[in-house]
């Protein structure tokens, strides 16, 4: 393992996030605020520290898989570490510091602050841009600004892109960020130009848009997006966060004008699909049992919908009120979370996909045992590989929700808030059921429940797998 080239990105990382909370410190200095020392002295240990690592010599700049999976975790968790600094000089424990800076990298939303209006302007500023800047992926934007950051970097973002394939959509890997970061930032001044042409404040536009465009669903409002009560700030932000779970590479592809192309994408119909077949469960089931009327309930049931499914975590009305059988259908699409390469979380529709196409063609195996049918998504072939490490990856996923419900139950909670909290976190999607539903927050459960949260976060953000690897001990031998 080239430990000494890990070391010199993971003090880049530091580097740049310190650079990232300087517009927090200027928003603190021009309105006057109590986090201006927490930022200075924010910034100050972060960046030395950065710069420390960054002057180890490395006799080779050349990242292996190996390097990258590690490169990544490291990264990540130091990124938490150091982030909740703010929150920490700002009087809140370390502990819930690091669960909530840790929720805004992973885009998971979840919270332990019960009014976000209270915090001073700079931190409120800093919990969303943590959003914005963990929702592509911050080695994403290293390769982005740094182009020559190693040989063999391609590494760095096949450990940290979301889902089951993964590919280049420019011949250089730099270029590919670059496309990736063009189109996230589009989006960002965009719906941030509607919600201000919408009347919603400049501050809480950009910040709504960072944490839309990222999925993340911090609000500085306390009543998130209810607080508006606006039809039409709603609707653009359900327009948002629906494309914002695309995968990036059809966007590309309708951004070079290939828009057949894009909209032949079998993971984008499926998503459609399950969007709009769950959003018109949802709706039969309030107009029949609430009865409520039918565009409310389609109103309603479209934002709750979109922004669980997205695992973007928004809340327009309290869901945990809804029917029972509206419940279970949320529950189910947070499982089933956003596409493949997004900044959406959950399992990733093409593995749902590619799982059914599995089981399928089991099924057709014992029926006709000599056949020979290879599964194929997107009109290519899908290797044997690719489905195994799928099968695991679920597994995975199970496994560790399970347990980490578990280990919140011991809290004293009921099964539907350990069970829903274990899988919001590990989704990466924010709000859960019963003691933590929309209206609720993470902070009155123990250190040890927000720990492994704050792992489960971590765990669900990579795709389990870059953190499982630092357990081997083979990993850290030269």
């Known amino acids: 393992m080239n430990r000494a080239v890990i070391a010199r990105v993971v003090g880049l990382i530091l580097c740049i996030e310190a650079a990232c909370m300087l517009p927090s410190l200027a928003i603190a200095l021009v309105v006057r605020g109590t986090d201006v020392n927490a930022f200075l002295l924010s910034i100050a240990l972060c960046g030395g520290t950065g710069l420390l690592l960054t002057r180890i010599k490395a006799k080779s700049k050349r990242f292996q898989t190996r390097d990258g999976f590690v490169a990544v975790a490291l990264c990540w968790i130091m990124l938490g570490l150091s982030g909740a600094l703010p929150y920490t000089f700002c009087g809140f424990s370390y502990v819930d510091s690091v669960f909530e800076t840790v929720s805004g990298f992973t885009t998971t939303g979840a919270t332990i602050v019960a009014m976000p209006s209270a915090l001073p302007r700079g931190l409120q500023f800093w919990r969303a841009l943590t959003q914005w800047m963990g929702g592509m992926g911050v080695l994403v934007m290293v390769l982005a600004l740094l182009p020559s ?8 973002m096949k450990a940290e892109s979301p889902g089951p394939i993964s590919s280049k959509l420019r011949p250089k890997t730099s270029e590919t960020a670059r496309s990736l970061y063009i189109i996230y930032i589009a989006l960002t001044l965009a719906e941030t130009a509607l919600l201000c042409a919408a009347e919603m404040p400049v501050f809480d536009a950009l910040t709504t848009a960072f944490t839309t465009i990222s999925t993340g ?10 607080y508006y009560g606006s039809e ?7 327009v948002f966060m629906f494309v914002s779970a695309v995968n990036f590479g059809a966007l590309f592809q309708m951004q070079r004008g290939q828009w057949k192309d894009a909209f032949r994408s079998e993971e984008l119909l499926s998503y459609t699909g399950i969007t709009f077949g769950a959003v018109a469960l949802i709706t039969v089931d309030l107009v029949r049992t609430v009865g409520k009327g039918v565009y409310e309930s389609f109103s309603q ?3 709750q919908v979109v922004t669980l499914m997205t695992t973007t975590g928004y809340a327009t009305a309290d869901f945990d009120l809804w029917p029972f059988f509206s419940k279970s ?3 189910l699409v947070m499982f089933v979370g956003g596409c493949a390469g997004s900044t959406a979380g959950g399992v990733k529709v093409s593995r749902i996909v590619i799982l059914f196409k599995g089981l399928k063609r089991e099924l057709r195996r014992i029926l006709h045992t000599r056949e020979v049918r290879p599964l194929t998504l997107e009109g290519a072939r899908v290797e044997e590989g690719t489905v195994s490490s ?7 996923y199970i496994v560790i929700m399970m347990l980490c419900a578990v280990i919140v139950s011991l809290d004293g909670v009921d099964l539907t808030t350990s ?3 274990s899988l919001t976190t590990i989704s990466n999607v924010g709000p859960g059921f019963a003691l933590i539903g929309p209206t609720c927050n993470f902070a009155f459960l123990s250190g040890l429940s927000k720990v492994v949260l704050t792992l489960n976060m971590l765990l669900g953000r990579l795709e389990i797998m870059p953190l499982l690897v630092l357990l081997f001990p083979s990993v850290w031998k030269k």
């Open 149 to 156: 950051l190693g040989e063999g970097s391609v590494n760095l």
């Open 217 to 226: 669903g911090f609000s500085v409002r306390d009543a998130s997006i209810a």
């Open 419 to 421: 069970l829903s909290a």
């Open 232 to 238: 039409v700030i709603n609707w653009i932000i359900v």
């Open 329 to 331: 259908v949320l529950l």
């Open 390 to 396: 799928v099968s695991v990856f679920f597994f995975a």
């Open 301 to 303: 049931s479209f934002f």
